[in-house]
């Protein structure tokens, strides 16, 4: 017998189970539908990792993305979406403002103390709902290690954010961010890792958005910048979250594994071979929930590694969650990717 969660139930399945006989026909399929996917299969609900906050003091770039509403975000509009979608728990981290944070200046600095206390209060006004991954001023490596303390010893966060470059000309496995990642291993922290288009490919002249394709690939750079730099074996205690179910990452592991540079000083980094390595990294299945990524993701990716998010609110939340039934995912295969792979890294929001 096939259940609503049965692995080889088809959307056709749930429609059929949820609906009445002779009722389908009058009652709107995504009407129907959306009862199922709004609701979690998760004791408490669905932890986000991949969830922004807007600082009004640094507001820049795209907005909400909640039909019928144009105004700023705020973090009602957050939880209002959160409640609609099942989602208990959202952490918030800066959204796309590489220019804003990442301008290697006195201002650059600033600007992202700024979004740290910010996020910090949401956080405070909202403990059981909201966590916070705060942001560091990666160009500027003397600031990334007082805000590393400022964050995690001061503001409380749950963990760090970082950007997959430091809109200049390094990746974050450059020995240069080593003092970054040899505290962030003392301490046994998260790390999130968001994308952002590196200045070499913002303005290439192929008609395509930035936004299309450079986020997913620059996922991938800086994955094997991190691996091929041995952050991953030299810092095993530092936890690093990825989205977008990996970008290009996980469907190129094979073409990474063959043009791995074997040499002297890159060979160590790699003791149970190139794959076991980029297995490390934890990602989140944000916006990335169609079946073609997640094929890909699913086959690579440790089974306790995938978390849920949603890349809200520049991204709605359907364009994630509307996806989940159509993936055949068992309801315990389903359960930790919203809710128990995510408790497993921050326990204070373990029901």
Known sequence: MTTLFDSNASRRDVLKALAPVGAAAAIPAAELYGQFVNKSTAKGGRIDVHHHTSPPALRNGRGNNVKGQNSPWTPEMSLAQMDKFDIAVA??????MGDTLYSNTEQGRRNVRIGNDYGAKVMADHPKRFGL??????????GVMKEIEYGLDTLKADGIGIYTNDNQTRWPGDPYFDPMW????????????HPLAPPCCTKLNDSVPTAMNEYDFDITRACTSIMVNGVLH???????IIPHSGGTMPMIAGRIKDRYPHNPKTEPYIPNGVIAELQKFYIDIAHASFPY??????????????MFGTDFSPEPIESTVNELPNLGLSAKVMKAIERENAEKLFPRFKV
């Open 91 to 96: 952490m918030l981290s800066m959204t796309q």
């Open 234 to 240: 030299n810092y095993p205690d530092v936890k690093i």
């Open 293 to 306: 990524p997640m094929a890909a993701m699913m086959k690579f990716a440790l089974p306790d590694h995938i």
């Open 182 to 193: 040899k505290e962030l291993n003392r301490r046994k922290a998260v790390v999130y890792m």
């Open 133 to 142: 991954f705060t942001g560091v001023p990666l160009p500027d490596i003397d």
